[in-house]
């Protein structure tokens, strides 16, 4: 994965933003818009669909410890 900041000039591909979870698909050229705080990692679809259950999981394990 890379991260990459709003304003970058970005090539093919899935971007998520890590504060707002905001999922972006880019087909050939665009620039990132955002925030000044806006950060985006490029990730595989295979990845983002692995992240869903993974973060569940978590959510369900940790949430007894944490309430």
Sequence with gaps: MLTYKN???VRTG???????G???EVSGEAVLA???????LK???GLMLLTAPVAG??????MPFLG
Excluded: H
């Excluded at 955002?34 to 985006?40: L, V």
């Excluded at 999981?57 to 940790?62: A, I, R, S, T």
């Design 7 to 9: 304003g970058q000039t």
């Design 14 to 20: 899935t971007y998520w933003d890590v504060v707002s």
């Design 22 to 24: 905001r999922r972006i």
């Design 34 to 40: 955002g925030t000044r705080a806006s950060t985006y």
């Design 43 to 45: 990730a595989s679809t």
């Design 57 to 62: 999981l978590l959510y369900v394990v940790l």
